[in-house]
Nanobody, 130 residues
């Protein structure tokens, strides 16, 4: 059974950096859309970033929400079967539970739709203090 396990969440000062990891087991991340979502207390789940290796096996497509573009970077390591989210210049608004999701292919229009993903991790908490 596919499992996604997030790690790396912690408390951090505004302006700081951290890296989240999503390790997949019984699931191959290559060829599948891998995404990061977050949900702050009292708010709806929000798509943060996604990454997808195209059918040619080499082209990487990445997608970001406007709120994190130019601050966060999503990447993957096929050998480690792990997806990362590098978070820089974090703000108090970045405080949330961060979830990893996997499934299907990424498209510009659909990557941020939670319902398209078949597998989800349990989440890792990120708290940014000002």
């Amino acid at each position: 059974q596919a499992q996604l396990v997030e790690s790396g969440g912690r408390s951090v000062q505004a302006g700081g950096s951290l890296r989240l990891s999503c390790a997949a087991s019984e699931y191959t991340i290559g060829g599948n859309c891998m995404a990061w979502f977050r949900q702050a207390a009292g708010q709806e789940r929000e798509g943060v970033a996604a990454i997808y290796r195209g059918a040619d096996g080499s082209t990487l497509y990445t997608y970001y929400s406007d709120s994190v573009k130019d601050r966060f970077t999503v990447s993957l390591d096929n050998f480690e079967n792990t997806v990362y989210l590098e978070m820089n210049s974090v703000k108090a608004d970045d405080t949330a539970m961060y979830y990893c999701a996997a499934g299907g292919i990424c498209t510009t229009r659909q990557w941020r739709l939670g319902r398209k993903y078949n597998h989800w991790g349990q989440g890792t908490q990120v708290t940014v203090s000002s």
